[in-house]
T-cell receptor
Framework: EAGVAQSPRYKIIEKRQSVAFWCNPI?????LYWYQQILGQGPKLLIQ????????DSQLPKDRFSAERLKGVDSTLKIQPAKLEDSAVYLC????????????FGPGTRLTVL | AQKVTQAQTEISVVEKEDVTLDCVYE???????LFWYKQPPSGELVFLIR??????QNEISGRYSWNFQKSTSSFNFTITASQVVDSAVYFC????????????FGTGTQLKVEL
């Protein structure tokens, strides 16, 4: 069974530029999550989708971050404009549903903002 | 609000030693789930175990074992006869039934196993 796929693996941009990350979850997983992991910390949830609807985006900085999951499968996370403090690893995860099932994580995208 | 505390920032052991990673959690829900994930240097989070709040049985999987104690709100992880390949950051995490499966992670424990 294929795992969660993410691209790109690494991205370096200047502050105020925009960037987009892509995620393809495990086939059949209805729930998709985007986490931000700053160096030395645990992952923090940014946004959670159930199929193509948003379940929780309370910690997403909506003035600069946006995410979509149009057909209930792939998802993109965008940052525009980027700030220095956005430097982090962005992790995508998926689970079967919302009922306490384990989440499976992709390899992440390491973003460096200069 | 849910919270997970991993007080041990870094642990160093010599290969073949046993090591226990501590995890203490806070939640107001009666139904919740506890997890352990491993993050090796490659960066990918690897799922190790899931426990629900109604199942306090300890679990053993090879060299790994987990001790869940609701009375002390702890979910500790022990590696027996540690190996160099166990070197990684280990995260404990919590989700609440009423929280839509959102995971709250601890700050992680860096385990270094040396020869």
């Amino acid at each position: 069974e294929a795992g969660v796929a993410q691209s790109p693996r690494y991205k370096i941009i200047e502050k105020r530029q925009s960037v987009a990350f892509w995620c393809n979850p495990i086939s059949g997983h209805a729930t998709l999550y985007w986490y931000q992991q700053i160096l030395g910390q645990g992952p923090k949830l940014l946004i959670q989708f159930q199929n193509n609807g948003v379940v929780d985006d309370s910690q997403l900085p909506k003035d600069r971050f946006s995410a979509e999951r149009l057909k209930g499968v792939d998802s993109t996370l965008k940052i525009q404009p980027a700030k220095l403090e956005d430097s982090a690893v962005y992790l995508c995860a998926s689970s079967l549903d919302l009922r306490g099932n384990e989440q499976f994580f992709g390899p992440g995208t390491r973003l460096t903002v200069l | 609000a849910q919270k997970v505390t991993q007080a041990q920032t870094e642990i160093s052991v010599v290969e073949k030693e046993d090591v226990t990673l501590d995890c203490v959690y806070e939640t107001r829900d009666t139904t919740y789930y506890l997890f352990w994930y491993k993050q090796p240097p490659s960066g990918e989070l690897v799922f190790l175990i899931r426990r629900n709040s109604f199942d306090e049985q300890n679990e053993i999987s090879g060299r790994y074992s987990w001790n869940f104690q609701k009375s002390t709100s702890s979910f500790n992880f022990t590696i027996t006869a540690s190996q160099v390949v166990d070197s990684a950051v280990y995260f404990c995490a919590l989700s609440e039934e009423g929280g839509g499966n959102k995971l709250t992670f601890g700050t992680g424990t860096q385990l270094k196993v040396e020869l």
